[in-house]
């Protein structure tokens, strides 16, 4: 039998980041002030390091990886590419399924791709303390093991529905030295406000965003860093795409259709993006590879929101962003897909699928948890809610495949296991998980709080 798994040597880690702006056909509209007017970058110098702030304004289209940043990835990278043959037996498909698994990583998904980069910069800017949000905890975990790696003090605001359901992803954190609270708190304005109208708020990545800028913003030793959305996150995130795109080569083989996970955007952007410059040039023997982000149907950012300028956390202390947004004050439902609960979306995944560079689909919950329990049980990995996603897509497209007899490529972003998510499993088993289509009612009340910009 051919080989099932495709692994690269340390040597052939990417020593340059991705930037996706370089071929974009439209040049993305900048982050606005309060004022209307772009931001500058001693603005946001107040809360990042100049390092970051020159990669998230950057147009070139390769950035060097530095050798302290490659020295850690050494500990995981290259990560697997998997053909899951035993998934195609199972579904008694022609087409070829692969999938990058992001879950070998000390963290368990593919969040460590940027912690340990963000936290190499602070240290290198002299910068003490870190605060940052988390959803279903995967990033926290993530900036507290790269905050580890480089002598940062780390403090987490977790998503309060989050906190209470994911318990030992808060030990994850704090065993690698992190400070970990549910979100909102009463450690800052933000928070103790929100708790005054509400005492039962089950938090969103919104308000978790403001609490920590809120407090990144009145400290000259700290800095905040944010796991997904910005331009310099989903830069470090590409070195997922680079090494599939190597391992296919490998393989003899190349993708038809990509699928992953899309809340804030990362993980799309990591896989998908180095995909696009191919897709600018006409794809591989002139056939595009179509990329498809994969939402929850109880947060549908890119298929119900708006592509409209809106603030990327709940209180309006971050810029304003050009995204697909379902309004900044959206109250996401408490799904076990964590990660997944964010009011906005990436601006640049967002301008793609403005453009019609990539498509977006929504899948519910219950069926996202089967076919990650059809996936472990063919493949004997256990994916995290989030990932089970993208193996809804994937497992849809290969059904199609069946019906149709086309062979074609699917390949999708395992983007973390799920071993603590387990509770999330109980429930789904016990029947006591289900379905939430968010009204488009409540949606549009959301909407209607977007700033006015000029």
Same mark, same amino acid.
Request: charged share 20%; hydrophobic share 40%; with cysteine.
């Given at each position: 039998m051919e080989s099932l798994r495709f692994t690269l040597e340390h040597s052939e880690i990417p020593t340059h980041w991705y930037n996706v702006v370089a071929d974009l056909p439209n040049p993305p509209l900048p982050p606005l002030g309060p004022d209307c007017k772009p931001v500058s970058p001693e603005q946001m110098g107040m809360i990042f390091p100049m390092a970051i702030l020159e990669q998230e304004m950057s147009t070139a289209r390769w950035i060097q990886i530095p050798d302290a940043v490659r020295e850690v990835y050494r500990l995981w990278r290259p990560s697997p590419l998997i053909r899951a043959r035993r998934l195609e037996e199972v579904l008694g498909t022609p087409a070829r399924i692969y999938y990058k698994h992001e879950g070998v990583s000390p963290a368990g998904s593919h969040k460590p791709n940027t912690a340990v980069p963000q936290a190499y910069y602070n240290q290198q800017a002299g910068i003490k303390r870190i605060t940052t949000e988390t959803g279903a905890g995967q990033w926290g975990c993530s900036m507290a093991f790269a905050g580890q790696m480089f002598g940062l003090e780390v403090r987490v605001y977790m998503v309060s529905i989050s906190y209470q359901q994911k318990p030992f992803r808060r030990s994850m954190m704090q065993t690698w030295g992190a400070e970990v609270f549910a979100s909102p708190s009463k450690m800052t304005q933000t928070g103790r406000d929100l708790l005054e109208k509400d005492p039962d708020n089950p938090g969103s990545l919104g308000i978790a965003i403001s609490e920590a800028? /809120?407090?990144?913003? @009145?400290?000259? #030793?700290? @800095?905040? =860093?944010?796991? @997904?959305?910005?331009?310099?996150?989903?830069?470090?995130? =590409?070195?997922i795409g680079q090494e599939a795109k190597r391992q296919f080569e490998k393989a003899g083989d190349w993708p038809d259709v990509i699928f992953a996970p899309c809340g804030g955007g990362s993980s799309f952007a990591g896989v998908a993006f180095p995909f696009v410059a191919d897709n600018a040039a006409g794809g591989r023997n002139g056939k595009p590879t179509r990329l498809v982000a994969v939402e929850p149907s109880s947060c549908p950012t890119l298929t119900k929101g708006v592509y409209a300028y809106d603030f990327g956390d709940a209180s309006g202390f971050t810029p304003l962003m050009k995204m697909y947004t379902l309004g900044h004050d959206f109250m996401p439902p408490g799904i076990h897909a964590g990660?997944?609960?964010?009011?906005? #979306? @990436?601006?640049?995944?967002s301008q793609l699928y403005h453009e019609g560079l990539i498509e977006a689909v929504a899948v519910s919950q219950l069926a996202t948890f089967e076919a990650g329990v059809i996936f472990a049980r063919a493949e004997g990995i256990i994916p995290a809610p989030e990932s089970n996603h993208a193996i809804r897509a994937a497992i849809d497209e290969a059904l199609r495949c069946k019906q149709s007899? /086309?062979?074609?490529?699917?390949?999708?972003?395992?983007?973390?296991?799920?071993?603590? #998510?387990?509770?999330?499993?109980d429930r789904y088993f016990a029947g006591e998980l289900e379905d939430f289509e968010y009204p488009a009612a409540a949606i549009h009340a959301s909407l209607e709080h977007l700033p006015t910009v000029a």
């Amino acid at each position: 039998m051919e080989s099932l798994r495709f692994t690269l040597e340390h040597s052939e880690i990417p020593t340059h980041w991705y930037n996706v702006v370089a071929d974009l056909p439209n040049p993305p509209l900048p982050p606005l002030g309060p004022d209307c007017k772009p931001v500058s970058p001693e603005q946001m110098g107040m809360i990042f390091p100049m390092a970051i702030l020159e990669q998230e304004m950057s147009t070139a289209r390769w950035i060097q990886i530095p050798d302290a940043v490659r020295e850690v990835y050494r500990l995981w990278r290259p990560s697997p590419l998997i053909r899951a043959r035993r998934l195609e037996e199972v579904l008694g498909t022609p087409a070829r399924i692969y999938y990058k698994h992001e879950g070998v990583s000390p963290a368990g998904s593919h969040k460590p791709n940027t912690a340990v980069p963000q936290a190499y910069y602070n240290q290198q800017a002299g910068i003490k303390r870190i605060t940052t949000e988390t959803g279903a905890g995967q990033w926290g975990c993530s900036m507290a093991f790269a905050g580890q790696m480089f002598g940062l003090e780390v403090r987490v605001y977790m998503v309060s529905i989050s906190y209470q359901q994911k318990p030992f992803r808060r030990s994850m954190m704090q065993t690698w030295g992190a400070e970990v609270f549910a979100s909102p708190s009463k450690m800052t304005q933000t928070g103790r406000d929100l708790l005054e109208k509400d005492p039962d708020n089950p938090g969103s990545l919104g308000i978790a965003i403001s609490e920590a800028v /809120e407090e990144a913003a @009145s400290r000259a #030793d700290t @800095s905040y =860093t944010l796991g @997904s959305v910005l331009n310099h996150v989903a830069l470090h995130q =590409t070195i997922i795409g680079q090494e599939a795109k190597r391992q296919f080569e490998k393989a003899g083989d190349w993708p038809d259709v990509i699928f992953a996970p899309c809340g804030g955007g990362s993980s799309f952007a990591g896989v998908a993006f180095p995909f696009v410059a191919d897709n600018a040039a006409g794809g591989r023997n002139g056939k595009p590879t179509r990329l498809v982000a994969v939402e929850p149907s109880s947060c549908p950012t890119l298929t119900k929101g708006v592509y409209a300028y809106d603030f990327g956390d709940a209180s309006g202390f971050t810029p304003l962003m050009k995204m697909y947004t379902l309004g900044h004050d959206f109250m996401p439902p408490g799904i076990h897909a964590g990660g997944l609960r964010y009011h906005g #979306d @990436s601006p640049l995944v967002s301008q793609l699928y403005h453009e019609g560079l990539i498509e977006a689909v929504a899948v519910s919950q219950l069926a996202t948890f089967e076919a990650g329990v059809i996936f472990a049980r063919a493949e004997g990995i256990i994916p995290a809610p989030e990932s089970n996603h993208a193996i809804r897509a994937a497992i849809d497209e290969a059904l199609r495949c069946k019906q149709s007899g /086309e062979a074609k490529v699917i390949f999708f972003n395992l983007t973390g296991h799920g071993h603590f #998510d387990m509770a999330a499993y109980d429930r789904y088993f016990a029947g006591e998980l289900e379905d939430f289509e968010y009204p488009a009612a409540a949606i549009h009340a959301s909407l209607e709080h977007l700033p006015t910009v000029a």
